[in-house]
Nanobody, 121 residues
Framework: QVQLVESGGGLVQPGGSLRLSCAASGRFFRIDVMAWFRQAPGKQRELVAAITSGGRTNYADSVKGRFTISRDSAKNTVYLQMNSLKPEDTADYYC???????????????WGQGTQVTVSP
């Protein structure tokens, strides 16, 4: 059973910083793409940032220059460093990973439980 466990959310003032972490555990062969999504109240879930196993990154335009995604493959962990936070960054943030389980099962997509980020004075 593969699990993604997030941590690091909370309340921060505008202009502040937070660092989210997401660790994958369980039995699997490798993790391919890892990503962060977010969903604000009344809005659809959107991609924030993604990183491949080779370290290639992709960001939503709204977070470019402020957020940085990184991963520690040895720890099966992905991070999201969020700087210069704005009230519009307020949302539930979800970790996502594309994982190759084994040659019988193949690929599978997993989600974390979500962590809340609130940016408010």
């Amino acid at each position: 059973q593969v699990q993604l466990v997030e941590s690091g959310g909370g309340l921060v003032q505008p202009g502040g910083s937070l660092r989210l972490s997401c660790a994958a555990s369980g039995r699997f062969f490798r993790i391919d793409v890892m990503a962060w999504f977010r969903q604000a109240p009344g809005k659809q879930r959107e991609l924030v940032a993604a990183i491949t196993s080779g370290g290639r990154t992709n960001y939503a335009d709204s977070v470019k220059g402020r957020f940085t995604i990184s991963r520690d493959s040895a720890k099966n962990t992905v991070y999201l460093q969020m700087n210069s936070l704005k009230p519009e960054d307020t949302a539930d943030y979800y970790c996502n990973a594309g994982i190759f389980i084994d040659y019988d099962t193949g690929d599978a997509d997993y989600w974390g439980q979500g962590t809340q980020v609130t940016v408010s004075p």
